[in-house]
């Protein structure tokens, strides 16, 4: 059973065509990624679903309801995250979890969130980082228990322990049945929790992906440097293409999987070796240009 | 909707607190200096027959009725409060508390959190109008129903009936801007904008109001200011409210509340 179907959604802002024509669906319990470079529409999809925007034309469906003309109803089921806060900076985080409980018929005070999450409710919004707004972001989008969690980029920004922490959570609501719905501009995090993902670009879907497809599609830079010297021959006999000369050692961009270029590079006198994931951007300039 | 009305009303609280105290204050001001102001009333009245016409004019009063100012402390009243402290106080009050409402929500992206929970953007819409109904209705009753007690302190006679009129009328007049401004509120997404619309349609009608008593051939002009249905002498010292004040008052509140509900429901909630 579809949770979210999203049929032929079109939004534009004068002659930019935000999103332009785009439908897909998210099956119960799965975790669907939503990826794309800025500007890309993920989050004008997004906020058209939670009916901050209005579309210009197609139909948003989310557990059989309307997104616009069910809204109230259907936010009963919904967990939201925005790219950005958008929490009252002179609210406590105490104030912003009892307002979202009155909204939600007095649900359970989320004490077991709050103490996996080891935040502290008494501060301001004002005074908390951009780590513990997510923090109280996600104890507001969760609390309640919802079917559905739509999440726009809700790592963003974070430090590496606190995206593994809320990575965790998710992994474990999608356990329990809760269908996911998030955008990303971060690959590694994609491909560690989501099922599938949608790759949006210039506000239409360019190609719809399982996990391990888009593995296939990793794209790494590659900085060696070698114990004695190295040439670019001696590198090109080995049959490894060099991107770019550093003087005490090379780039090289590696497409697909690594682990050839690892073996080979392993039987040169490697003193120094980093692997970078390559961002979005490059991923997309070379896949889906 | 009614969680969003308290919470509403709680954050504002502050606000009115600060609005309210400062209306006690000039009501307490003016009652103190009444006594002394009625004793000396016979050199006022000759000192006020040399200043300008236009003076008069421009503050709303007839130049004949100069010298029953300090018959009464309704006619006092009238002339040192109600005819431009009490209208600047309620017309910054219901300027700010429009203009936050909606485009202030809008800008700081707090009405995506209201409109991520289970509130349709009519609830939202309508909340925000009640709450500031609401603390219009407060404002209204605090600032000028305050007089009460000062009456009995300084020991001087009010007519409850006046005091009730200028209330109505007053509150009319306040809803009138504050529904104005929720329209221009709903319109754009910055506060500093919406403010600014609201504010420059104000300074023009007042400023139509007066042009009005200075030309006759713009005496027209009146009829496009609120200021003119705001009859605060005719409240106050006549104890009346003409039909005419309250049906344009609620033309305005009506048609400005349609406008700013459709055009909520309508558009894309972000700046």
Known sequence: MSIIKVQNLKKYFGPTKAVDGISFEVQKGEILGFLGPNGAGKTTTIRCMIDILRPDFGSIKILGKDSKEQASNLKKDIGFIPADTHLYDNWTGVEHIQFVRSLHNDVEFPNELIKKLDFDTTKKVEDLSSGNKQKLELIISMMHKPKVLILDEPTTGLDPILQDVILDVLADEAKKGTTIFMSSHNLPEVERICNRVLILKDGKIVTEEKISELKKKRLYSVYVYFEKQTTKKQLQENGIKISKDLGDGFMLNVKGDIRPVLKKLNSMPLKDIEIRHADLEKIFLEFYK | ?271
């Open chain 2, 1 to 271: 909707m009614f969680t969003l009305i308290k919470r509403t009303i709680w954050i504002k609280g502050k606000t009115l607190l600060i609005y309210c105290l400062i209306a006690v204050l000039f009501i307490w001001m003016f009652c103190a200096f009444y006594p002394s102001v009625q004793e000396e009333s016979e050199e006022l009245k000759e000192l006020f027959t040399h200043y300008p016409e236009g003076l008069f004019k421009a503050v709303g009063l007839e130049i004949d009725k100069i010298g029953n100012i300090f018959g009464s402390m309704e006619s006092f009243m009238a002339t040192e409060h109600y005819s431009i402290m009490w209208p600047l106080l309620i017309i910054v009050l219901v300027i700010s508390l429009g203009s936050n409402f909606i485009s202030g929500e809008i800008e700081k992206s707090t009405m995506e959190f209201l409109l991520s929970q289970p509130i349709s953007r009519f609830q939202i819409f309508a909340g925000k109008y009640i709450s500031g109904v609401i603390l219009v209705i407060i404002f209204t009753i605090i600032s000028v129903f305050s007089i009460i007690p000062f009456a009995v302190l300084y020991d001087f006679d009010i007519s409850l009936k006046s005091n009730l009129y200028i209330g109505i009328i007053g509150f009319l007049f306040g809803l009138s801007i504050f529904s104005i401004s929720m329209m221009f509120s709903c319109i754009v997404s910055r506060k500093g904008i919406a403010s600014m619309l609201t504010t420059g349609l104000v300074i023009l009608m007042y400023a139509a109001n007066v042009a009005s008593a200075f030309n006759e051939s713009a005496e027209w002009l009146q009829y496009l200011s609120l200021f003119h249905y705001y009859d605060y002498n005719s409240a106050l010292i006549d104890a009346v409210i003409g039909g005419l004040n309250v049906i344009v008052f609620m033309g305005t509140i009506i048609i400005s509340t349609i406008v700013s509900g459709v055009i909520f429901l309508k558009r894309d909630l972000v700046k």
